[in-house]
């Protein structure tokens, strides 16, 4: 019985990397992402940072957010960030910080994180997302990650910058 939920993954990842993705864009910090197909907005927030979408059978979530930072750098910002993902559980095995960009990585129960942040506007505001799937899908959820990786990108066109 495994083995129908696992083909069922691969025809998704399959797919996913052969479809469209689509593309939000966040005119309050200035920063677009594609979203994986098969993945739904709930609607952006209400103060206009972001949205989460989710994959059809709520085996993944990914979070795309933006803010300002009110630590002394970005890297203190993503420090932060760090830290609250451990106090929540996260088990970090992996993390890099740059002035420009971050990314840091763990497990949790059995799931995955994968964050992103890059710095806006000359380090006073960042944008991220954060990936959530299962551990079992690591391999077929890399092409995603690596595709999300490359494509938070800031268009130079947010507020309060």
Do not use: H
Request: hydrophobic share 40%; charged share 20%; with cysteine.
């Amino acid at each position: 019985m495994k083995l129908i939920p696992a083909l069922f993954f691969v025809v998704f990842v399959t797919s996913a990397s052969a479809a469209d993705w689509s593309r939000y864009e966040n005119s309050r910090f200035g920063y677009v992402i594609d979203v994986p197909p098969a993945f739904a907005g709930e609607g952006e927030a209400a103060n206009g940072d972001g949205e989460v979408f989710r994959a059809a059978d709520g085996s993944r979530l990914l979070r795309v957010y933006g803010g300002n930072i009110i630590e002394e750098s970005f890297e203190s910002a993503v420090n932060t960030a760090m830290g609250y993902a451990t106090e929540a559980g996260w088990s970090l095995s992996y993390e890099r910080v740059t002035p420009s960009w971050a990314s840091y990585s763990g497990t949790r129960n059995g799931q995955i994180l994968y964050a992103r942040a890059i710095a806006l506007c000359a380090g006073q505001q960042f944008a991220a997302f954060e990936l959530e799937y299962p551990e079992r899908d690591v391999s077929a959820m890399d092409p995603i990650v690596e595709r999300l990786v490359g494509a938070l990108k800031a268009t130079g066109g947010g507020t309060g910058c």
